[in-house]
């Protein structure tokens, strides 16, 4: 039996796409990047896009893992930071701004296949959002340093030499990537104070949060993007032999 990944994304009306039937533009649709279909695919996995109406508690009775995926920032609110950072904008005319609506439907998830006990898997945003939906915060805006965080270079990358991610050793993150890795960038903010059972097991150079998981559980949060990686990333297999892992164990119970 294949798993189930469900792939969390954003919703935005439809005039925002160009071509679009004018008569139809206040509608919305449910998107996220196809890379992330694509690869789980690959892996194995058979990928389901979650829209904010799939109820958290009920899907993950039927999914095998969730991918919790990148995006614009989380509202301040949900982890205790400068409320008045956000601009009142809808995010269902600009996708890049807060959506509190996406906030809430991605913790509640996280929490529902934390409570099912299956996988989980947050990239960029989505590792901010797994750390917040266990209590953590987040760096509202990073300093600059040494290392290039926000990239100005276009997807897919491998990134550059000065974005090196080193693992803490015996962790999940260095088990498939070895000491350190080199990857991708595009985030402005970062992990702070790690949630309840979160360590950070990746950091770059400057000692930003790269990885983080919560030992003993199916759980991983990459900074960078795996699905926009142009060499073989390993994040989005682990999900997915995580997941058919446990479909196995279940199965010969």
């Known amino acids: 039996m294949r798993p189930l990944i469900g792939i969390t ?16 533009g206040d509608r919305c649709v449910d998107t996220s990047m196809s890379d992330f ?36 920032d989380l509202h301040p609110a949900c982890w205790g930071g400068d ?8 995010p269902r005319t ?15 998830v996280v929490r529902a296949a ?10 960029c945003r989505g590792m901010q959002v797994l750390n917040v939906a266990l209590g953590g915060t987040l760096v509202a805006d990073l300093p600059a340093s040494a290392v290039c965080h926000l990239s100005p270079e276009t997807a897919p990358t491998d990134g550059n030499v000065d974005h090196v991610v080193a693992f803490a050793a015996g962790s999940v993150a260095a088990g498939l990537y070895g000491e350190d890795t080199i990857t991708n960038s595009w985030h ?3 992990v702070d104070r790690c949630g309840v059972g979160v360590v950070v097991t990746g950091r770059a150079s400057d ?17 960078w993007h795996p699905e926009w990686m142009k060499s073989a990333d390993p994040a989005l297999s682990w999900v997915v032999d995580e997941a058919a892992r446990l479909l196995d164990e279940g199965s010969t119970r």
């Open 114 to 123: 934390l409570d099912r006990g299956i996988p989980v898997l947050g990239v």
């Open 9 to 24: 994304g954003r919703r935005f009306r439809l005039s925002l796409l160009r071509g679009a039937d004018e008569r139809y």
């Open 94 to 108: 600009d996708p890049m701004v807060h959506d509190p609506e996406r906030d809430a439907y991605e913790i509640a």
């Open 188 to 190: 402005h903010q970062a």
């Open 83 to 90: 409320t008045s950072v956000v601009r009142g904008i809808d």
């Open 37 to 72: 279909s694509t690869r789980v695919a690959e892996a194995g996995g058979l990928p389901v896009q979650l829209s904010y109406e799939t109820e958290p508690a009920a899907v993950c009775e039927w999914l095998s893992a969730v991918v919790i995926t990148g995006g614009q």
């Open 207 to 223: 000692g930003v949060a790269e990885a983080i998981e919560v030992p003993g559980r199916p759980v991983l949060g990459v900074q």
